[in-house]
């Protein structure tokens, strides 16, 4: 394995650890850095792959980490109303990396814990399990949605349409 994935993977658990949250680790040979890639490689609808979003508002100097499912859009009206942030934006490849310590496409559901604010849809708490990215495109984690209520000050609140 590359020493660059396995990091990645460690990164990952060692987030989880600080949390407390239970997950088991799928590998796979196909690359999901999207919903739709993710859906090929692991045999999943889309509604059991999680997409972790991060944005950005400059001028509060204030990053959002926003866990939805995969068949969801994000709506900004809502998401904006909630925070009081008015110049949200999507983050930069940069910036993501920057502040989750993780690549686009393989940013897992955990590292919203480095965020300022960290959110988690309610419709993803409906499922019995999902799966996000484990920290890179080959790499998944699959677990109760539940868990993410470990996630300290994580917000469970409707921001997808």
């Not at 088991?24 to 999680?50: F, M, P, Y």
């Amino acid at each position: 394995m590359n020493v660059d994935l396995a990091q990645k993977e460690d990164l990952v658990r060692q987030i989880a650890r600080s949390a407390g949250i239970e997950y088991v680790i799928i590998t796979h040979k196909q690359g999901g850095s999207t919903t739709a890639d993710a859906e090929n490689a692991l045999q999943e609808s889309s509604e059991r792959i999680l997409k972790t979003l991060v944005l950005i508002d400059e001028r509060a100097k204030k990053s959002v980490g926003i866990i939805i499912r995969g068949d969801k859009r994000l709506s900004m009206q809502k998401l904006k109303k909630l925070t009081g942030l008015k110049k949200l934006k999507f983050a930069s490849a940069e910036q993501v990396e920057a502040i989750t310590g993780f690549s686009l496409g393989g940013v897992p559901p955990v590292a919203v814990i480095r965020c300022d604010i960290a959110i988690v849809s309610t419709d993803v708490l409906l499922m019995d399990y999902v799966i996000g990215a484990g920290g890179h495109p080959y790499c998944g984690m699959k677990f109760s949605p539940n868990e993410l209520r470990k996630i300290p000050k994580i917000l469970e609140v409707s921001v997808s349409i």
